[in-house]
């Protein structure tokens, strides 16, 4: 049995339905994120978890009890905001030691185990200082230290490096996945990042328009995506339709023939990678060649962007710099068979 579990659940503000039918279930242990644009529902998702607000159908189960009506207080679950939500009054060992004292716990215990907290953040001789005097990611740590000392049995993030530069979101996403994996704490990530989700998740459920379109491990969702949203969030640019003429063997609209890796019976989409595609001179004699022309070339650092136009659409590519293919030219791309993917 799973460690929480939402079962067809229907969330929403007034008449406005934003999750509806919802299913969600994690392992304990396991750290799972959700990823979305703004207004999937991922954040409606979890503060309906930390009982912030409750469902308008459905049922939320945790260790197999139901918590769907538990008040937020009785739920030991830890949260770390956004932005921080720190008490400004209130120094760095009064915010950590926060928790527990509304827990009534003996001075001496609280003092232990803030003091060991503050160690496993790296706060160490900050204990006395307050929230102003720090810099964002030791706040951020602070903010992770007073969850975490609480010993949550479900600890919930809000988006909570979106506040920082890039260099220290970088180090504080690895900072994060080095405390779950020492502690194996159970936690459930909210972020738009997919960057930021596929380096530090177990897993990672990608939501659209209130639903989960796939749920799986980073590198599946990456290299093997479901669904034609699923695939763009991921990097494809290119697709295309493709008609089954022999064992991994497909027919273009334009009657070009390819060849994959995969098979599938009938008809289905293909969609490839703006690098998985090799550009040679127009009539080169290459595998799964689709004759086309260069339509706009932009310089992007260490590769290029080729934007080709051909008899099935618009293919977006990206070479290396040693490639020189002016606007206007005519070309030749050939498409990787072990990079076609097929797509629902």
């Known amino acids: ?32 994120s959700l990823l979305g ?5 991922k954040t409606t998702c979890l503060r309906m978890i930390a009982g912030f607000s409750e469902p308008m159908a459905g049922s939320i189960l945790f260790d197999g009890k139901d918590y769907t009506h538990v008040p937020l207080h009785k739920r ?38 803030v003091m060991h907290m503050l160690k ?36 919930m993030f809000d988006e909570p490096l979106s506040n920082l530069d890039a260099k220290l979101r970088v180090k504080m996403r690895v900072e994060i996945r080095r405390l779950q994996q020492e502690m194996g704490f159970t936690a459930i990530y909210v972020t738009h990042d997919q960057e930021e989700c596929f380096a530090i998740s177990d897993k ?28 763009r969030f991921v990097g494809f640019e290119n697709f295309f339709d493709l008609t089954r003429t022999g064992e991994r063997a497909f027919t273009l609209p334009s009657g070009a023939q390819v060849n994959t890796r995969f098979d599938h ?42 934007n080709v136009a051909t ?3 618009e293919f977006v590519v990206s070479t290396d710099q040693s490639q020189v293919f002016s606007a206007g030219e005519a070309v030749t791309l050939s498409l990787a068979a072990n990079k076609i993917i097929p797509i629902d």
């Open 311 to 313: 008899d099935i659409g």
């Open 120 to 155: 496993v953040v790296d706060l160490e001789g900050f204990e006395q200082r307050f929230p102003r005097e720090m810099s964002g990611g030791q706040r951020q740590r602070v903010a992770l230290a007073r969850a975490l000392v609480i010993k949550p049995d479900l600890l």
């Open 204 to 231: 990672v459920a990608i939501m659209n328009g209130g639903v989960i379109e796939q749920m799986d491990s980073p590198s599946e969702i990456y290299n093997h995506p479901k669904t034609e949203f699923i695939a």
């Open 37 to 41: 644009s703004s207004g999937c529902g």
């Open 76 to 113: 030991n679950f830890g949260f770390v905001f956004q932005s921080y939500a720190l008490f400004p009054h209130l120094t760095v060992f009064d915010n950590v030691a926060f928790g527990l004292k509304m827990r009534k716990l003996d001075k001496a215990i609280i003092r232990k185990e």
């Open 265 to 306: 019976a009938g008809a289905c989409k293909g969609c490839i990678r703006p690098g998985d595609i090799a550009v040679y001179p127009a009539g080169a004699d290459v595998p799964n060649a689709i004759a086309g022309r260069v339509q706009v070339c932009t310089f992007l650092g260490q590769r290029k962007q080729l």
């Open 1 to 32: 049995m799973a460690l929480l579990e939402l079962r067809n659940i229907t969330a929403g503000y007034g008449q406005n339905i934003i999750l509806k039918d919802f299913d969600l279930s994690v392992e304990k242990g396991e750290f799972v």
